[in-house]
């Protein structure tokens, strides 16, 4: 993952951070495609999943290559956990955030959205909703999306480009099993 997605899912985390509601819709499943590509060469494709509720409060994300589950980020409103599935391991972040990312241009410092470094753009329809959407140049990015919930963002560094864009939405009740740590599941 490049340094420029990992800091643009820092900042965007920790804006939401002390937010209580994060999202605008009360729960649902976002499927993600993540593209990387170089030069204009698809070099990575990836699907990663979000499961929310209570307006983003609890979250869940699945990062799969080729189909398989690799990881996962869970944050139930306090604790922050990451696990391992292949080792059946998790370890715990008390202070790191969210998972998902909240897209809402006025989240952005001011002063970049004055100084012309963040502009908000026309809206785009994504999987047939009319997304928010703006660029912030000073990550290189752009962000859409719906009532807060991020479907499209793409970041720029160099001659690579990673896209995630949302392929599927569901706003359904989210089982309360996904924002905890299995059973099985040992802290090493």
């Known amino acids: 993952m490049t340094t420029a997605v990992v800091a643009v899912m820092t900042l965007t985390a920790n804006i939401s951070f002390a937010q209580t509601k994060k999202y605008e819709v009360k729960s649902g499943i976002v499927t993600y495609e993540v593209t990387i590509t170089m030069n204009g060469k698809t070099i ?14 609890k979250e869940r994300s699945d990062k799969f290559k080729k189909e398989a589950i690799v990881g996962s980020s869970i944050y ?4 922050r956990y990451e696990l391992n599935h292949k080792k059946k391991t998790y ?7 969210s998972v998902g990312y909240k897209v809402n241009f006025n989240d952005i410092p001011e002063e970049d959205r004055k100084s012309g470094n963040a502009k908000k753009l026309t809206n785009e329809t994504i999987l047939g909703k009319s997304c928010e959407t703006y660029s ?4 290189k990015s752009k962000f859409s999306g719906y009532r807060g919930v991020l479907f499209l963002q793409e970041t720029s560094s160099a001659n690579l480009v990673t896209t995630q864009k949302a392929i599927k939405f569901e706003e359904v009740n989210v089982s309360s099993d996904k924002f905890t740590v299995p059973n099985d599941y040992t802290k090493p």
């Not at 139930?76 to 604790?79: D, E, M, V």
């Not at 370890?91 to 955030?97: D, T, V, Y």
């Not at 912030?136 to 990550?139: A, L």
């Open 136 to 139: 912030y140049e000073k990550i």
């Open 76 to 79: 139930n409103g306090k604790t």
């Open 44 to 57: 990575s494709t990836e699907k990663n999943i979000l499961y929310f509720d209570e307006y983003g409060s």
């Open 91 to 97: 370890g715990e972040i008390q202070s790191a955030g």
